[in-house]
């Protein structure tokens, strides 16, 4: 992976996580979760993301391996835990999103 992005967090002045993904993945993810919150009838959230690592693949231009994906989970899934409300954003913003980035999550790793 090119261009890498590292995602530390501190926890008690404790390393708790480093997670390597490319940041042209890690956008694309980004943008995948941002049009399935903007998604309107007849397509949900929920059936947008379950297509993600296609939407993925195509927004990047070629296949995903599966390594990667399952890093792209576990980077949504850590987005999704650390997301501050309402300090970032009020509550029902934070509880959809949240939602998204673990749907996303889910259906990266299938």
Do not use: W
Not at 10 to 33: C, K, S, Y
Not at 34 to 55: D, I, K, T, W
Request: proline letters at 6%; glycine letters at 6%.
């Amino acid at each position: 992976m090119t261009n890498a992005v590292i995602v530390r967090y501190a926890f008690n002045n404790q390393l708790t996580l480093v997670l390597i993904v490319g940041a042209a993945h890690f956008d694309a993810l980004l943008r995948v979760v941002g049009n399935a919150l903007c998604a309107s009838a007849p397509l949900s959230p929920a059936s947008v993301l379950e297509r993600a690592p296609e939407a993925i693949s195509g927004a990047l231009g070629s296949p995903l391996p599966y390594a990667e994906r399952l890093q792209l989970a576990q980077m949504a899934h850590s987005l999704a835990k650390r997301l501050c409300v309402p300090r970032d954003m009020g509550k029902p913003a934070g509880e959809q999103l949240r939602a998204a980035l673990q749907l996303a999550a889910h259906a990266l790793r299938v």
